[in-house]
């Protein structure tokens, strides 16, 4: 396991928390969108760190459910957490373009999503 590969990851996915808090208390309904979308963010970077936590290389995807099949041979528990990976997925590129915007209860549950699978994600690294 390369741990400083592991550590670089996680301080990425930090960011991206970290930008998910700061815009929701700002606005959540003007930055909705931003919100969602550094929400996957976090949760990608959170799961290419545990694969290489595992040994495993990460593929350059931003499918959060190609990454959790991945991972979830060697972290089973992250199995029950499938239906809000699945959830956050599209957030990565659709969003991201014209045609297609979040609202504020998305960023609402994309937050709270991410909340939640950050300390899963921060327990299972320790």
Request: aromatic fraction near 10%; glycine fraction near 0%.
């Amino acid at each position: 396991m390369n741990e400083e590969l592991v550590k670089e990851w996680a301080v990425k996915a930090e960011e991206d928390y970290l930008a998910v808090e700061e815009l929701f208390k700002i606005h959540v309904r003007r930055f909705a969108t931003i919100i969602c979308f550094h929400s996957q963010q976090c949760a990608e970077k959170y799961l290419k760190a545990l694969l290489i936590a595992c040994n495993i290389e990460p593929p350059r995807t931003h499918s959060l459910e190609t990454l959790l099949d991945l991972i979830v041979s060697e972290v089973p528990e992250l199995e029950q957490y499938r239906d809000m990976l699945t959830d956050l997925t599209p957030y990565s590129v659709q969003y991201r373009y014209p045609g297609v915007v979040a609202t504020r209860d998305d960023a609402r549950y994309c937050a709270r999503i991410i909340q939640e699978l950050r300390k899963v994600f921060q327990e299972i690294l320790k």
